[in-house]
């Protein structure tokens, strides 16, 4: 008996340990029902997130715009590679894109962007420059931001939405067919979805 009680503690710490599931009983994945909703509204409002990530961010007041040149906007060389935040943008700080970031996706994923968005980094002798800065409580955007890495959103048809693996109480992968605007061309999409400080967020990007 003295043998089997360290095996019979691990099975129970191991039973412990499992995730609750959306109902709180099992840790079985959960039905599409349960799940649709939220990557409905998470898949929505990554569109927003996309933009801030991948597309053409905020608005701006572009260099060489008459505004820009008639109020001197760009005269100080330290900021020639980024522009103004138009004062009309839904973002002024960069916490503001935080907040909007956090509220979709995951902090795994963010991890992943922060240094892009707004620290920059070197490649061998060249400096990649952050996407967003933030001086004396101005906001500014990077030149690069003018070319965009996605000028496109892709379409999804919810109907056709799949719970599939691998997934769990609180990390489930669903298939989507979908679209890019402007071409029929129908393609499956896997999205993932994580439960994370009480909120579901998604783990991978929907463009």
Not at 125 to 140: F, Q, T
């Amino acid at each position: 008996m003295k043998k089997r009680l360290p095996a019979l503690l691990l099975a129970i710490l191991l039973l412990l340990a499992l995730p609750l599931s959306l109902g709180g009983c099992a840790s079985d994945a959960p039905e599409v029902e349960q799940v649709y909703d939220i990557v409905v509204d998470l898949v929505e409002r990554s569109y927003a997130a996309n933009d801030l990530l991948y597309g053409y961010g905020i608005p701006v007041h572009a260099i060489g715009s008459a505004l820009a040149d008639i109020n001197y906007l760009y005269n100080d060389t330290d900021f020639a590679d980024y522009e103004y935040a138009h004062e009309l943008s839904p973002y002024l700080s960069i916490a503001e894109i935080r907040d909007t970031l956090e509220s979709v996706y995951s902090s795994d994923f963010l991890d992943s962007h922060n240094t892009t968005l707004f620290d920059g980094f070197f490649v061998g002798n060249d400096i990649v420059r952050a996407r967003y800065y933030e001086k004396s409580e101005w906001l500014y955007q990077s030149v690069d931001a003018d070319d965009p890495l996605i000028t496109w959103q892709r379409i999804y048809d919810y109907s056709s939405m799949r719970v599939v693996k691998p997934s769990s109480a609180t990390y489930v992968t669903v298939e989507i067919d979908s679209h890019i605007e402007n071409d029929s061309t129908v393609l499956p999409v896997k999205l993932s979805i994580v439960y994370e400080n009480g909120q579901w967020r998604l783990d991978t990007p929907t463009y």
